[in-house]
């Protein structure tokens, strides 16, 4: 791990050499950003890992600006960026980001009907419409106002029969007639049969 590294690569020699200063803090900042950043991205992704150092920078520049060693900023800085990655989680967690699904690869589901629906839809229409044409006088008017909606004693006093049941008895009569001349099936009998 990033963070298990030893604190010498952040800190000046104990006992500087000649020609040699000890680290200044904007020089410990950098490492210690490369070593942030790391630590981050492999736990996070790349995008978040620079904001996520960025944040922690800002935060060691404004609370702890009067810290000056690497042995005192390095383990703040960590401590620091592991509660940013934990609150990234939540965050992430409580908007749905981890069970999301791409909307390229599983398009959402269109209001449009169906067109293999409505081409049975029309096909069983037209099979419908042809029937009815075949059937009596009395059927199709019988049909054409149970399609305007009217109830049975409506029609009963429209067709002229002498009681509801009479109505009842050609409604059953017209529609056993339909079925006959639809070849005894209701759905289209290709593509559906079974064992």
Known sequence: MDADLPLDALSAPAAPEAGTAPLARAE????LRE???A????RYAGAQAE???????VLLHTKYGHLERAEDLVPLAFQILRFKLAAARRKA???????????????PASDAPDPAAVLERKELLTRLMGGIARLGERCRELFRLKLQGRTFAEIQTQMGAATLNTVYTWDHRCRKQLLEALGGRWEAAAGREGP
């Open 28 to 31: 410990v900042l950098v490492r």
């Open 35 to 37: 070593r942030i950043v």
């Open 39 to 42: 630590f981050a991205a492999s």
């Open 51 to 57: 904001d996520l150092a960025q944040e922690v920078l």
């Open 93 to 107: 967690a409580r908007r749905g980001e981890y069970d999301a699904v791409d909307v390229d690869a599983f398009p």
